[in-house]
Structure formats: structure tokens, C-alpha cells
């Protein structure tokens, strides 16, 4: 009768799994146990001491968040964990974990140093076991910490930057570069500066000069000769420090002091907001007595020259966008302009915040070809629009930059004419010379393709460039930009001074059915060019291109909360952070202060944020505009703030 084998069990697997063991130990050279052990000791430990997450896991830990959030500067206490109990100090265990390898790698080495003497004697190696036993052990409990602090991460980079970074010129679609832009996550190492507590001077009809100086000033600040004496003794810091802890209101500088002396006091305040920001420095550049450098004007921004014009620089702020503050600078004559956009930014920060998407980026140039007759100007657009093509378009267009993507070139007939509208997309620069050099290349490779071909102009009006035109309104030109905001009931009565139901209506009436009838085109508006106009002068953007740059339609909602939501969709801001006026100290000061100066890491990264900040200044002048116009201040305010009569400075 045939005997039936015992079963296998878990003692009998680890018999013979140590039976093998001990076959191997008996059968190797000791070089090769020791390297055996060396490896796999070391690579275990390792392994385990950096497969997992860390601390603080693949972003910045819930628990630090708050730290950074409604907040001058982040602050520096010890972390405690949500339920209110003091967290680890993980530098500690950082430390330790960096000993215990040096440690055990030591004891791996000394084995391999005096394995004879281990070997022999089982005393010894009983002691050398039980050892690595305890690090392994501590390796498992401890197997989470990480090697890195919270900084690392908030500095580190997001897969969708990585890919960005990565991509060729053969990938650089508008669907890719565009699209994996939009996935950008905002970095949250900069702090979110609180709503500005500065009073909506042009928006109360209540409020008089007299209301400046005595009945809307804090306690710490009422109108009295001795205070007064007070104040003009104290140094520009001290004064400064009481404007940054709420004790003096920015808007009395002026009243309290004078004009003259209010400019430089200011400017310490927000050189401390911005350098929170991690923008230090960024007014130096920023002249507030007369200066010009007229060797950077000569051959890069105006000729015969006999001086210039200086603007006044207004910085509204702080307004939280996409996740953290920007402050913003305007440069304008126009009186009320910078305080009700700031007023606007006081009410979005309010309520949370604004959240800027970017649909499309893409400057364009159309050249005007003409034929001897229309069939050819028409072979030419059949031909244009097939795809083998067009690759050949884009390889003659990127010939002539380093920057610029051909991403579309759009054909249009008009009888013997044929305008052929190129798009290209031109990373940080606004990209006007870049398209119109690579368009040149465009019509030397169609000449050959074409001998009758004409060049009537490189610019052939369906760009369309600095006029009001409906294919930037439909088809989009430079950022394609749309910003939202939900403001809640309680901030529109209390900042905004008015009602969700009369500003909704307001919009409707105004801005909407009001510019159907006029037959506006990108029309549908408060007053957005007064806003990307007084933008694009502080940051040296071309003020012509603000006829296109503010196409802009604003939509109000009550939601079914009875809060306010506002969008503005602005198809066609044209901005650069490099060429042209940025180069300009005064100018750079100002992308300096927004943290847009220069280009990006990442290829049109600066102009795009710029673009985002040009769209929610535009939302924040609607929304304080529109404001003043339901609750029928907006005439009182002007003739207040607008109208007064010249008066020197005080001395």
C-alpha cells in the first residue's frame, strides 16, 4: 500500500528553508557571506529608510496649511496636529535616523574587517546579531520619517511643471502647452495677506473729509493737536509699523502728515507686504522723486526726445488669486480709480478669493497676400490647411526663434486677396516682433510654393492689432483669460454698500442689454479699459493694445444662497514680462512687486500669471463700479475725490 507524503506546514517550510540556509553557509567561501550580508543588510536598510512618503507626505501637511493663511507672515510656532496635541520634532528623528546608518554601516564593515573572529566565536556574533537586530527593528519603526524638511516641498515642482519643462518643439501643440499649463498647481510657500482694512473712500456718500480726519480714524489716531505733534516727530519706520498693526489708516497718511512726506511712509509699508511675499526690494526701482535714465530710452523706447511724463503709482491690495496675494500697481490721473479697484480686491479677498483660468495663448499676425486671381488666392488656403503642409509652415516660422511655436495659421479669402492669420505662441514676451519675423519666414517659404504671390502687408488688419475687431472677441488674441469670485451677502452690504439683487440687476441693465443695443463688440462692461489701462502702464505693456486687451464681459449671479457670484471672460489680454517698456527700471519695479520680472522657469509662466493678475483687477473694478452705480454714489464720489481743487504740500 503506497504511503501517503505528511502534509506541508509553516514549521516544516522554515525547517527547510534554514536547512537550506545552513547548506549554503557550509557550501561559501566566507567572501561570499560576508558580501551577502553586506548587501543585503545595507540595501534593506535604505530601502526601508526611504520607500515611504515622509512626515509630511507628497505635499505640505495639513497641519502647517493654517500657518499660512491669513497671515503678514507665516508663522513660527511649533506645530500641533488637528486635535490639538503637540506633533513630533521631526528633526530629531531625522538626526537619529542619519546616525543609526552611519552606526550600522560602521558594524557591517568592522564584520567584514574581523569576520574570522565573528565566525569563531558565537559568543561575539550573538552580540553582532542582536545589534543589527535593534536597527532593524528601529528601521521598521521609524520607517516614515523623511529626509526632507517642509520647505523641500513647498519648493519642489509639480508633475505638470515637469512636464511642461520637458516638452519639444514637436510637442509644444496648443492643446499641450496650453492644457498642461492649466494644471498647474499654485505653490503655497508665500502667505495670504488678510482683505485691506483701508476704507472704501469712494464709495460711502456719508463720507466727507472731515470723516477722514476724526470720526473714521481709529482711537489710537484721532484728531488732536498733541497726537499731531506726535506723529510728525516719529521716524518713517515708526510710522510705517502704525499703519502695519491697523493702529493709522494708509488713506490718513496724507490728511495727518502731507502728501510729500505720506509717498516714502507708504512705500516701507508695502515693501514689508511684498517682502512676506518673497518679493524684497521691488520698489527700489520705482522713482518717487524725478529720475529717467534716458540712455535706456534711446534706441529701445522713443526718439527725439525732451523728457517725460511722470504718472502716479497707485498698488491696490491685497487681493487672493489662484491661492495667494498679489498686490497690483496702477498707474493713472484719474482720481477714485485706484481706491474703488481696491475696494473691489478688498470685497474678492473677503469672500475667499478668485480662481483665473487660462483658455488659450496665442499672439497672431495676418499677413495680406494678394493674387492674380482668386482661384490662386484660394489654392492657397486649401493648401495652407492641409496638415503636411502646415508642418512645413511651422518649421519655416520656428526657424526664426528660440521661443515661438507656430500653433495654427488660419486662411481667409477676399477675392484675389488671401489672409493667411498665423498664431504662435511666444513664452514671456507680449510677441508682436517675434510673430512678425517668423511671418516673413512664412511668406519667403509660400513664394515658393506661389510665384505670383504678392506681399501687400505683413499686417494685414485680421491680426487684428490696437482696433476693436470680432475675430479677438470670437477667436481670442495673446491670454484668453476667465476669473471668478463669490462675494459673500454680508461683504457686498458692508464693503461694497449695496444689495446682491440691485448690482445683479445693475449689470443686466448696463452692461449687457445696455451694450446689446449700442451694438458693442467685447463691450459688455463697467469699465475694464480704465483698469488693464492704468495695469499695462505701471508694468510696460503697450497702452495702445489696450483697445483689444479689454474686451471683457462681466456676468453677476445671486446664488442659491443669496451670495454674489461674478465672472469676467477677457479673450484677448496682450502682456509680456519681457521686451518693450518691462525693461524699464520703473516698469520692471512694478513686475517686480506682482513677482512676474523677467522670464519665467517655465516658458510664458510670467506673462500668463500677469494676464491672470490684469483679470482680476478688471473683476475688482467692476465689482466696486458697478457698486456705486446701484447704490447711486458714483457722481458724489468722483466730485469729492475727483474735483477737488489743487493745494500745496504741506512742509
Known amino acids: 500500500m503506497a504511503q501517503t507524503a505528511d502534509p506541508m506546514t509553516i514549521g516544516t517550510r522554515l ?35 526611504n520607500c515611504g512618503k515622509g512626515a509630511h507626505g507628497s505635499s505640505l501637511d495639513p497641519t502647517l496649511k493654517p500657518l499660512y493663511k491669513n497671515t503678514m507672515e507665516p508663522i513660527k510656532t511649533k506645530v500641533k496636529s488637528p486635535d490639538g496635541s503637540r506633533e513630533p520634532r521631526w528633526y530629531i528623528f531625522k538626526m537619529l535616523n542619519y546616525t543609526a546608518v552611519a552606526t550600522f554601516s560602521t558594524s557591517v564593515l568592522h564584520f567584514i574587517l574581523y569576520s574570522d573572529v565573528y565566525m569563531n566565536n558565537d559568543a561575539q556574533m550573538m552580540k553582532l546579531m542582536g545589534a543589527w537586530t535593534l536597527f532593524v527593528l528601529y528601521f521598521f519603526g ?14 519642489g515642482s509639480s508633475p505638470a511643471e515637469d512636464e511642461i519643462s520637458e516638452m519639444t518643439a514637436d510637442q509644444a501643440s496648443p492643446s499641450a502647452v496650453v492644457a498642461v499649463a492649466k494644471q498647474m498647481p499654485v505653490k503655497a510657500a508665500a502667505p495670504i495677506h488678510p482683505p485691506a482694512p483701508s476704507h472704501p473712500v469712494c464709495s460711502d456718500k456719508n463720507l466727507t473729509k472731515d470723516a477722514l480726519t476724526s ?30 498693526t491697523n ?13 510729500t512726506r505720506a509717498v516714502p511712509i507708504r512705500r516701507l509699508v508695502f515693501e514689508k507686504k511684498l517682502a512676506s511675499l518673497g518679493h524684497a526690494k521691488s520698489l527700489d526701482e520705482l522713482p518717487y522723486e524725478h529720475s529717467l535714465s534716458y540712455e535706456r530710452v534711446f534706441g529701445a523706447n522713443c526718439e527725439i526726445v525732451v523728457g517725460y511724463v511722470p504718472l502716479p503709482v497707485g498698488m491696490v491690495g491685497p487681493c487672493t488669486l489662484n491661492g495667494e496675494s498679489v498686490y497690483i500697481p496702477m498707474a493713472t490721473t484719474e482720481g477714485c480709480l485706484v481706491a474703488s479697484t481696491n475696494r473691489g480686491c478688498k470685497a474678492i479677498t473677503a469672500g475667499g478669493g478668485a480662481v483665473s483660468t487660462l483658455l488659450r495663448d496665442g499672439i497672431t499676425r495676418a499677413p495680406c497676400l494678394r493674387f492674380e486671381s482668386a482661384a490662386e488666392a484660394a489654392a492657397l488656403a486649401l493648401w495652407a490647411q492641409e496638415p503636411h503642409n502646415f508642418a512645413k509652415l511651422k518649421a519655416a516660422f520656428e526657424s526664426t526663434t ?43 517659404l509660400l513664394r515658393q510654393h506661389f510665384p505670383t504671390l ?19 472677441w470670437i477667436e481670442g488674441r495673446g491670454k484668453s483669460v476667465v476669473v471668478e469670485a463669490t462675494i459673500p451677502k454680508d461683504i457686498v452690504r458692508t464693503v461694497l454698500k449695496t444689495t446682491v439683487k440691485a448690482i445683479v440687476d445693475t449689470n443686466l441693465q448696463k452692461n449687457l442689454i445696455g451694450s446689446a443695443m449700442s451694438g458693442s463688440v467685447g463691450g459688455y462692461n463697467a469699465h475694464a479699459s480704465n483698469i488693464v489701462t492704468a495695469v499695462f502702464l505701471a508694468t510696460g505693456q503697450d497702452p495702445a493694445q489696450n483697445v483689444e486687451s479689454s474686451n471683457c464681459i462681466t456676468i453677476m449671479e445671486e446664488t442659491d444662497d443669496g451670495d454674489l457670484w461674478i465672472s469676467c471672460t477677457m479673450p484677448s489680454i496682450e502682456v509680456g514680462t519681457v521686451g518693450g517698456g518691462t525693461s524699464l527700471p520703473a516698469q520692471a519695479a512694478c513686475l517686480k512687486a506682482i513677482g512676474v520680472k523677467g522670464g519665467g522657469d517655465i516658458p510664458g509662466g510670467n506673462a500668463r500669471k ?12 467692476e465689482l466696486s463700479l458697478l457698486a456705486a452705480l446701484a447704490a447711486n454714489t458714483l457722481v458724489q464720489a468722483h466730485m469729492q475725490h475727483n474735483r477737488k481743487p489743487a493745494t500745496p504740500a504741506k512742509k
Do not use: W
Open 454 to 472: 504678392k506681399l501687400v502687408a505683413l499686417s494685414g488688419n485680421m491680426c487684428t492689432d490696437k482696433k476693436p475687431a470680432a475675430i479677438n
Open 15 to 49: 525547517d527547510a528553508l534554514i536547512a537550506s540556509g545552513a547548506e549554503y553557509l557550509n557550501n561559501a567561501s566566507q567572501a561570499q557571506v560576508c558580501a551577502t550580508l553586506f548587501v543585503s543588510s545595507v540595501a534593506f536598510s535604505f530601502a526601508l529608510l
Open 142 to 155: 521609524f520607517f516614515g520619517v523623511s529626509f526632507v524638511d517642509t520647505d523641500d516641498h513647498l519648493e
Open 247 to 259: 493702529k493709522m489708516k494708509d488713506h490718513q497718511l496724507e490728511t495727518k502728515l502731507n502728501p
Open 215 to 244: 470720526s473714521s480714524a481709529t482711537p489710537a489716531v484721532k484728531k488732536s493737536s498733541s497726537l499731531s505733534l506726535d506723529l510728525q516727530s516719529m521716524t518713517n519706520e515708526e510710522l510705517a509699523d502704525l499703519v502695519l
Open 402 to 444: 528660440s521661443f515661438g511655436k507656430l500653433l495654427s495659421a488660419t486662411p481667409t479669402v477676399a477675392g484675389k486677396n488671401c489672409y493667411l492669420r498665423l498664431k504662435c505662441f511666444s513664452g514671456d514676451a507680449m510677441g508682436m516682433n517675434m510673430v512678425s519675423k517668423g511671418s516673413l519666414a512664412v511668406v519667403d
Open 610 to 621: 500677469l494676464a491672470h493678475v490684469v483679470a482680476v483687477a478688471t473683476m475688482a473694478g
